[in-house]
């Protein structure tokens, strides 16, 4: 699993005690191996009988993580949706104003796309909001930037923030 939460022992070259042996090598495999995954808790937004990925991998405290939800027939996308964390963030993100772990694509099932950013709401809560074509960051609803339908996705990669 990719998931790491120690401390690296500092050693000097030819000088590491026997001891941390097994430190180091519980860090490299968090870093070399398959990230873990996770059910986040949903809000406005229905998954319904869509495709959700939620991956991530936390290295002391590192969390990247990615997250997809690709639309059925009877998912939705509501006003601001929101999504939680695989780890709780540190807690001097904690309002929209403090942070932006991640980035954000919308597909509209092939026809256009937009970017956007992951904001932090509250707690392990995020936010999703896209960018116009001003730009300016905007709120998502279930008919901006368009009518969500079978085949839209929404994607968060390059996901990364400091654990508390």
């Known amino acids: ?25 519980d ?16 809000t406005n937004l229905t ?3 869509g495709t959700q990925t939620a991956r991530y991998r936390q290295l002391g405290q590192t969390v990247d993580y990615y997250w997809s939800l690709l639309l059925g027939s009877t998912s939705a996308v509501g006003t601001t949706p929101r999504f939680t964390l695989p780890v709780a963030p540190a807690s001097f993100y904690g309002s929209l104003t403090t942070g932006f772990p991640g980035n954000f694509h919308l597909l509209d099932a092939g026809t256009a796309h937009r970017q956007g950013m992951v904001q932090f709401d509250s707690g392990s809560t995020v936010q999703l909001a896209y960018w116009d074509a001003t730009p300016t960051l905007q709120g998502i609803t279930s008919t901006i930037p368009w009518t969500w339908t079978t085949g839209d996705a929404l994607t968060v990669f390059g996901g990364t923030y400091e654990a508390a």
Do not use: D, Q
């Open 1 to 25: 699993m990719g998931v790491y939460t120690g401390t690296i022992p500092p050693f000097y070259v030819g000088r590491l005690p026997i001891s941390k042996l097994t430190e180091l090598y």
């Open 47 to 49: 998954l319904g009988n």
């Open 27 to 42: 860090f490299a495999s968090a870093a070399t191996s398959a990230w873990s995954t996770w059910v986040p808790t949903l």
